[in-house]
Each structure stands twice: as C-alpha cells, then as structure tokens.
C-alpha cells in the first residue's frame, strides 16, 4: 500500500531509538523527508545514517530535549513546515505522588504535555494552509488505564488527551488529523530498563521479562516495527478520516470496552 506520504515533510521527536525510531524508519521507508531528534549527538546521527542505509531516505537531525525551548527552536528550524509531526517524550519518573513537589510537576508537564502542545502552536497553522497535516502524539497506555506509581505521567498525558479531543475537531475540516498512539509493553530499551530497577538480588531479569510477557493476552511483548506502521498509517492519506483518537496497542492489556 502506498500511503501517499512520499515528498512529505515529517518531524519524528525523540526518535534516536525505540519507538521513536521505528515511527521515523517506516515514514522514511514510505519516501516521506524526515527529520529526528534527540537529546544525544552521537546516538542520533548512527540512527539517521541506519535509517539512510536502509531506505536511501534524506532524513538529517535535531538535537535537543523538546522540553526546552532551545531544543524545539532547533527542531523547527531542522524542520521549518512539517506535513507530519509526531511528539515522543520519555516518562516522567514513577514514585509515591506525595514525595513529588511543584518543580517535580512543573518537569512533567514541560516534558509530557507543554512540548506537544507547543510543538503543534508552531506548525498546525502551516498545515491547515497546506491542506494536509498529520499529528501523532506517542503517549502512553496508562491514559486509559492508569498505573498508581505514574501519577506524573497519568496527568500530564491525560491532559494533553483532553488538549488534542478539542482542537482535533477543529482542524480535521482542512485534512489536518490529530492522534494518539498509547503503548503498553513494547521491547525496548525502556521497558528493559524499568525490569531491571525491579529485579531483586539473585533474580534473572531475562526470567522476570518472560513471565511479564506471558502474563500479557498476546503471550509476547509488542515489536516497535509494529507500533511504526502503525503511526505511518495514522500519518497517511488514508487517514483523513481518523482524528481525536486513542489508539491503545498494548496486545489487550486493557480490558475495558472504549
């Protein structure tokens, strides 16, 4: 299938590696000119020269925190009038929310909600000129199905929810959609890392990662490949159709019916 997003110009933040990455790679895969970010220089030009390797895409870089304003001046300008933008952010830290105080807040909502929100400010405008825009906001599962140790992530993430079920509905009219990809356990770096703050002394982290796959309705981790295709879609022209929503792909975690 082609999903009409070649020539189009696509801003992919934190995409150095994890899912981040597999959104830039199929993007690049389907012609689109990308742009990454990331905090760290060196990680994030072996990613792009990869994803050059593998597609022969033009994808060049942005360093920078999107929680900065510094770091989405430099992405804008890397990518001055993006078609697609998708904002990536990695979670605030878990923890007890009465050990949090007002600058432990105010680092969740610059990092989860404000860059997303601003990031969009600064370009949804082009894309409704344009008549094409397509926004994917990578949050997280935890908006449907909230995790008492995330009580940083659980409100800033819902918060940008309600941010996006507004100004969706406005935009979709000049073929500008707006969405949300939630993840659950995908097999990254990431999820590797939380089961290793966990493991107790003598246990196998390998083990520990096993039985949490298992645990889940799918019987396995998600593989970021397919959370990439799937923003692609999202990202297509075939998706015009498709804005304020909540995509969960989390192999059925969630119970709930909506």
Known sequence: MDLGVEGKRALVCAASKGLGRA?????????????????????????AQAIRDETGAEVSI??????????R???????????????????????DFRKFDRDDWLG??????????????QTVDGMIERK?????????AAVKN????????????AGLTGFVAGLSRETVRHNVTINNLLPGPFDTDRLRGGFLA??????DI????????????????????????????LCSRYAGFITGQNLVMDGGDFRGTL
């Open 108 to 121: 969740a909502f610059d990092g989860n909600m404000f860059s997303a929100i601003e990031l969009i400010r």
């Open 198 to 203: 966990r493991t107790q002394p003598g246990q």
């Open 23 to 47: 959104c830039a790679t199929h993007l690049a895969r389907e012609g689109a000119i990308v742009t990454i970010t990331a905090r760290t220089e060196e990680t994030l030009s072996q990613t």
């Open 73 to 95: 001046s430099n992405a804008l300008s890397a990518c001055a009038e993006p078609d697609i933008l998708v904002c990536n952010s990695g979670g605030p830290p878990p923890g």
């Open 62 to 71: 942005a360093v920078g925190d999107m929680a900065s304003a510094e770091g």
């Open 146 to 157: 909230p995790i008492p140790a995330l009580a940083l992530s659980n409100g800033m993430r």
């Open 206 to 233: 390998n083990e520990v990662a096993a039985a949490a796959a298992s645990a889940n309705p799918a019987g396995r981790f998600g593989d970021p490949d397919e959370f990439g295709a799937a923003c692609a879609f």
């Open 132 to 140: 094409f825009g397509r926004i994917v906001n990578i949050t997280s």
